[in-house]
C-alpha cells in the first residue's frame, strides 16, 4: 500500500520559515551547492516559474548585477526584486527574441541582446500516475530544442525529468550537446517522487538533431545520494 504524502515536511516548513514561496528552492540551492551552477552576474532564464521559488534563489546567487526572467502560463504575483522579471505565457510558444529581449538593459538595441548565462526548468506534467515520465521526457527535449536560441555557448543547464525508461535516452541526449551532463536527486525531493534533475554544463550550441542515440539503450540506475549520478 503506498504511503501517505506528507506535505508538510520539514523542507515545507523551512520555506514558510524562511520566506521561499515553496519549499522547491530547496532542490536548487542543493544543485547549487553540488555543482555551482549559477554564478554572480549571471543571466538566468526560469521555464515554468510559477509559484517564483527557483527566481528567488537564482536571484539570491547571480545577485544585483545579474538578471533573473521567468516565464510560466500562471501569473507570479510575488514581487521579487528590480533584477526579476516575470512573463506570462508559454515559453515553447514564445519568441527567443522576446526572452532575450527582456533580460536586456533598456535601451539596448536587438542585435545587441546577450544570451543566458543558465537556463532552469521545473516543469512537470500534471501527474496522473500513469505515463507521466513520458510526458516529462517530452518536456525536456522541448527544453534542449529551444535552447539554441537562449542559451550562450558554454552555458548551463537544469530541468527536472521523472525517472523512467526515456530518462537515459534524454541524459544521453542532453551530454550530446554539453561538455558534462548528469543526473542528480536532491534530498529535497520527495521520498515517493520520481522526480530528478538532469544538470549539464558548458552548451555546445549545437542541437540534439545533429546527435544520435545509440539503440537499446538500457535504462539508468537512479542516481545515488549524496553525490552525482551517471
Not at 9 to 24: C, T
Not at 57 to 69: L, N, S
Request: net charge positive; charged share 25%; hydrophobic share 40%.
Amino acid at each position: 500500500m503506498a504511503q501517505p504524502r506528507k506535505l508538510h515536511d520539514k523542507y515545507f516548513l523551512m520555506a514558510k520559515a524562511e520566506g521561499y514561496l515553496a519549499r522547491s528552492a530547496y532542490k536548487l540551492k542543493e544543485i547549487q551547492e553540488r555543482g555551482k551552477i549559477i554564478w554572480p552576474g549571471d543571466r538566468v532564464l526560469d521555464l515554468g516559474c510559477a509559484p517564483g521559488s527557483w527566481m528567488q534563489v537564482a536571484c539570491e546567487i547571480a545577485g544585483p548585477r545579474g538578471r533573473i526572467i521567468g516565464i510560466d502560463l500562471q501569473e507570479v504575483r510575488a514581487d521579487l526584486g528590480p533584477n526579476v522579471r516575470t512573463i506570462v505565457g508559454d515559453a515553447f510558444k514564445t519568441e527567443p527574441a522576446v526572452l532575450l529581449a527582456a533580460a536586456a538593459k533598456e535601451g539596448v538595441p536587438p542585435e545587441k541582446h546577450k544570451m543566458f548565462d543558465v537556463v532552469l526548468s521545473d516543469m512537470a506534467p500534471n501527474t496522473s500516475g500513469h505515463g507521466d515520465d513520458l510526458v516529462s521526457s517530452r518536456l525536456c527535449r522541448r527544453v534542449l530544442e529551444l535552447l539554441p536560441g537562449v542559451l550562450k555557448p558554454g552555458g548551463h543547464l537544469a530541468m527536472k525529468i521523472f525517472e523512467g525508461a526515456e530518462h537515459p535516452v534524454v541524459l544521453h541526449e542532453t551530454k550530446a550537446v554539453f561538455r558534462d551532463a548528469r543526473s542528480f536527486k536532491p534530498h529535497a525531493c520527495r521520498d515517493v517522487s520520481r522526480e530528478t534533475y538532469i544538470v549539464a554544463y558548458g552548451y555546445s550550441g549545437a542541437t540534439t538533431r545533429e546527435s544520435k542515440v545509440p539503440k537499446g539503450l538500457a535504462p539508468a540506475k537512479p542516481a545515488p545520494r549524496p553525490g552525482w549520478g551517471a
